[in-house]
Every structure is written in structure tokens, then in C-alpha cells.
């Protein structure tokens, strides 16, 4: 009999997930471990997705709520210290959302036409975090537009009218929007461009009657933050999530081995089923797989063998790289692809010191070497651990280009940062970036980087200590 490999993914998977699930009998703790390791940060992403997606779509009741899936929410301002669903938001650009529940039908987002100096994205980001596509301005241009998304299970054909469909892996997933904000006085502009954002189902764009809606979901709830990191309920939502995900051929042998302790679509992880010795180790490799991050963001992270760039993106640019999932998720979830937007990250001093707000540093970019962009940039800051923007007393929590005639130049004709918790004095205050009293880092941000940002012949300067 022949099979295409694509046939032979799907026999494989509803294999896997028609088989009994069976524990201690057939894996050893020292397998379950080792599964459970691989499983954790495979899955860290998808659950710490869900745990801001449930609250921004599905729980009416918490405070980040938005709007009901499939139903566009404008937020008419930027984020601010209190805004703390979401760790390392920028303070630059308004967002939109859209909870995408694509299970009925694929949906349409048109958008408006606008200045060509305006900065505008809708990154689209599946239910595992992927990119998986983008509209704005340097994706489709700010001359408007006609977009569907669909997901994985629509067949259809292009409609007319539409100029391009994108496709998602996953029947969940967030269109987020961005729409720079150039000053305060700007902020009309922006709201009456979020205004003519809009989104529907292609059954209406259409014109046509609308097709039997999918069922009804009872959501799961979401762990903590904090819960991620030991609670075993992580596996339950990780396998709710995996439901509305269908197994990708590259995934399949994967699949099979995390069903071996109860993980996968269509698996029950059923911790109470568990012997002492297999809960132990399933708790172990959860702790293995945080530690991995940690050492690899101590090693590869901080000493800037791999960056921001290397971390988001699309699953054919990351290559199933699991690891660099999770730390995309943990260091700033739902981050751009790089040729949106690049994030060098200011985490430690220039003689590998972290960050804390006890000390004064100084940033300096010579005269012509600022951040090349064709759009803008900017630095923020964040306070550890929570990541999360920090209040201070003249409620400034980024410097960025559009602010460049307040900057005081240099002799040189350059322009230093004041990167510490109070004031560097009246005369520098226009160039300060206060920071918190403790453990801080700041992210640089390049909107749509020029090439030589994303080839590195740009390097952004480092964090100098001030010392005297």
C-alpha cells in the first residue's frame, strides 16, 4: 500500500492518540523524566499563550479582558505600569486584538489606507507562538487591504476582493495590532485609524449565509505565572491547547513519545494516576526544563551569541527549535520576526554586570550611528522579575526617535542616555531613562531594522557603568 508521508503523519497521529495511555507500567521515572524535560519546554510557550489569551478573550471577569473571540478591541492608548498581563509590552504603538477562533470559518481583516510615514504591523501569531504571518507597513504597504485568515482544516479557494490568504496551524491564535503613536498630540490620529480597522467572518464579507458553528468550548483555566513553573495542571492545558492544533508531520514521532506519559491531542494526563516515583520525576523534569532556560539565557542570551532576532519567527525559520521558543515566551512573548522589529537587549553592563538600578549607567551612540531603521526606535525599561514597565515620577518609560529634538547632543554631536532610578540633573534630565531601585534590564526595539541592523554591521552600543 502506498502512503504519502503526509498520509503516513495522519495514520501515525490518530495511532498515537487512539492509544491507551499507560504510565509507570511502561516508562521508568529516569524516561518519564527525560519526557517530561522535553514536554515542559516544548510546551511553555503554548500555555503561557493561553494563560494571556484566557484572560484577554474568554474570562469577561479579569481585568485584561478585551473582547469576546473573533471581535476586534482597540486600545486607544500605551501601555503603562499598569498593564501587567502581558511581560515587556512597548509603550509605542497602541495595540489591537483579535482572539482568532478560526473553527467555523476563516476571517477577513480589512485595513485603511494611511500616511506612509505612519508605522503599522498585525502580526499574526498562532496558539504555539509562531509568526506566522504579517500585515503592515512593511509587509503590505499602508495603501490598505484585504486580508483572510484561515485555519488548518478550511479548503476553500481565495475569495475575490481579498489580496492575500494567510494560514494558520492552530484553530486559536492572536492578530495583534500596532499603530505608532508620534506624540501625545498624535493620539486622534491614531484612534480614528484604529476605527476603520475591521474584522468579520468571510461568510459575511461574502455576503453568504454563515456555516454551523462550532461547538461551544468550556475553557480550561490557566495557571498562574508562578504555577507554570511546578504546578503538573501544566500538562492538562497543555494538552487542551494541543486539541485545536493538528499534529504537524515534523511533530509526529514527538507526539508519540510525549504520549507515553499522557501528552499530546487527544491524551489525558492524569497525574492522579501516577505512582510517587513517576509524579516525582514528571515534577523534576518540569524544574530540569526551567533550568535549561536559565542556563542557556545565562550563556547564550546575555553574552549575545543568540539574540532576539534568532528566537521569533515562523516554525520553518525556527526549525522546531524548542528551546528558543520557550525563552521567546519567557523573555518577551509575542515578539517580532526580526525584520520587524529587532530587540537588542540591554541586560548587562559592558563588563557582563546585570543590571540594577543601585548603580548609574550611561548609553552613548556616536554621532551618525543611531539605530537604523525605516521606521523608528526606542529604549525601554522594564523592572525584574516581573518584566513589566516601571512607574516613576515623570511617568517616562521609553526614549525614543520621534523624541530626538528634546535629546540633548553631545560635543561630538552623539547623544547619551541616563539610564538610573533618580534624576541625573536638570541639565541631562531630557536624556534620562529612569530605571527601578533593584534588577532592571531595557530592550531596544528597531522597527523594521535596515539591513545593516539585521546583517550586524550594526551593533547596538553598550551599557557603561558610572562609576565616579
Request: negative net charge.
Amino acid at each position: 500500500m502506498n502512503i504519502s508521508k503526509l498520509n503516513f503523519a495522519a495514520v501515525v497521529t490518530a495511532a498515537a492518540l487512539l492509544a491507551p495511555v499507560a504510565y509507570a507500567q511502561d516508562v521508568t521515572p529516569a524516561e518519564a523524566r527525560e519526557i517530561a524535560k522535553d514536554a515542559y519546554i516544548y510546551g511553555y510557550p503554548v500555555v503561557d499563550s493561553y494563560r494571556v489569551q484566557y484572560a484577554f478573550f474568554a474570562d469577561k471577569n479579569d481585568p485584561a479582558f478585551k473582547a469576546p473571540w473573533n471581535e476586534l478591541k482597540n486600545i486607544s492608548r500605551v501601555y503603562t505600569p499598569a498593564d501587567t498581563t502581558i511581560q515587556t509590552p512597548n509603550s509605542d504603538t497602541p495595540y489591537s486584538y483579535v482572539g482568532m477562533d478560526l473553527r467555523t470559518e476563516p476571517l477577513v481583516f480589512t485595513v485603511p489606507a494611511m500616511e506612509k510615514d505612519r508605522y503599522f504591523s498585525v502580526q499574526m501569531i498562532d496558539a504555539y507562538t509562531f509568526n506566522f504571518d504579517y500585515i503592515g507597513s512593511r509587509a503590505t504597504g499602508n495603501d490598505g487591504g484585504v486580508f483572510v485568515v484561515a485555519g488548518p482544516n478550511w479548503k476553500g479557494e481565495m475569495p475575490e476582493g481579498v489580496d492575500k490568504v494567510f494560514h494558520s496551524e492552530t484553530e486559536f491564535g492572536m492578530a495583534q495590532y500596532r499603530t505608532q503613536l508620534i506624540d501625545p498630540a498624535d493620539i486622534d490620529n491614531v484612534i480614528k485609524i484604529q476605527s476603520e480597522y475591521k474584522v468579520e467572518p468571510l461568510s459575511t464579507f461574502l455576503g453568504q449565509p454563515a456555516p454551523t458553528a462550532a461547538p461551544v468550548i468550556d475553557f480550561i483555566k490557566p495557571l498562574t505565572k508562578a504555577e507554570e513553573e511546578t504546578s503538573l495542571a501544566f500538562f492538562d492545558i497543555l494538552n487542551f491547547n494541543l486539541n485545536y492544533a493538528p499534529t504537524v508531520p515534523s511533530e509526529v514521532e514527538l507526539m508519540a513519545r510525549f504520549a507515553k506519559i499522557g501528552v499530546g491531542p487527544g491524551q489525558k494526563f492524569d497525574a492522579d494516576s501516577l505512582s510517587p516515583e513517576t509524579k516525582t520525576a514528571i515534577q523534576n523534569g518540569m524544574a530540569d526544563g526551567m533550568a535549561e532556560f536559565v542556563e542557556f539565557n545565562k550563556q547564550k542570551i546575555d553574552t549575545g551569541e543568540v539574540t532576539s532576532g534568532d528566537l521569533f519567527g515562523t516554525r520553518a525559520f525556527l526549525k522546531n527549535n524548542y528551546l528558543y521558543r520557550m525563552a521567546a515566551a519567557i523573555l518577551g512573548i509575542y515578539g517580532n520576526t526580526k525584520q520587524e522589529a529587532m530587540y537588542p537587549v540591554y541586560s548587562v553592563d559592558s563588563k557582563g554586570e546585570k543590571l540594577d538600578g543601585a548603580n548609574r549607567y550611561t548609553v552613548h551612540f556616536p554621532a551618525g550611528q543611531l539605530p537604523p531603521v525605516n521606521s523608528f526606535w526606542s529604549l525601554t525599561m522594564y523592572d525584574l522579575p516581573a518584566s513589566l514597565l516601571v512607574d516613576n515620577p515623570i511617568n517616562r518609560y521609553l526614549l525614543n526617535s520621534p523624541m530626538l529634538p528634546q535629546f540633548v547632543k553631545d560635543a561630538d554631536g552623539g547623544i547619551t542616555f541616563y539610564i538610573q532610578n533618580e534624576s541625573p540633573g536638570k541639565d541631562k534630565e531630557a536624556n534620562w531613562l529612569p530605571a527601578p531601585k533593584g534588577p532592571f534590564w531595557s530592550i531596544l526595539r528597531l522597527y523594521w531594522p535596515k539591513e545593516d541592523a539585521l546583517n550586524g554591521d550594526w551593533k547596538a552600543p553598550a551599557a557603561e557603568r558610572v562609576t565616579n
